[in-house]
Nanobody
Framework: QVQLVESGGGLVQAGGSLRLSCAAS????????MGWFRQAPGKEREFVTA????????YYADSVKGRFTISRDNAKNTVYLQMTNLKPEDTAVYSC????????????????WGQGTQVTVSS
């Protein structure tokens, strides 16, 4: 069955870095576009970044552009989110997801989700 498991979250000071991992099973990530979303307390889930099935194109929210990088290791069936220069407003639960629909930015276009990993950035 399809499963996505995130790891790598934690507590970090502002300006620090974290790398999140999303290990997939039950399907091959190289056949799908993959994305990361986040949800802060009291806020709606928001798009963070996505990568096409072949890694040829990447998409970023304006709020993370230049600081976050999405990548994939097809041999490990894993997608990564490298986060640098973290800010307190980046605090959220980060979830990876598999895209099945047409939009890279809409959560409704993603059919499978991980349970999420907490990222907390202190000021």
């Amino acid at each position: 069955q399809v499963q996505l498991v995130e790891s790598g979250g934690g507590l970090v000071q502002a300006g620090g870095s974290l790398r999140l991992s999303c290990a997939a099973s039950g399907f091959t990530v190289s056949s799908y576009a993959m994305g990361w979303f986040r949800q802060a307390p009291g806020k709606e889930r928001e798009f963070v970044t996505a990568v096409t099935w072949n890694g040829g194109s990447t998409y970023y929210a304006d709020s993370v552009k230049g600081r976050f990088t999405i990548s994939r290791d097809n041999a490990k069936n894993t997608v990564y989110l490298q986060m640098t220069n973290l800010k307190p407003e980046d605090t959220a639960v980060y979830s990876c997801a598999r895209r099945s629909g047409s939009s890279m930015y809409s959560s409704g276009s993603y059919d499978y989700w991980g349970q999420g990993t907490q990222v907390t950035v202190s000021s």
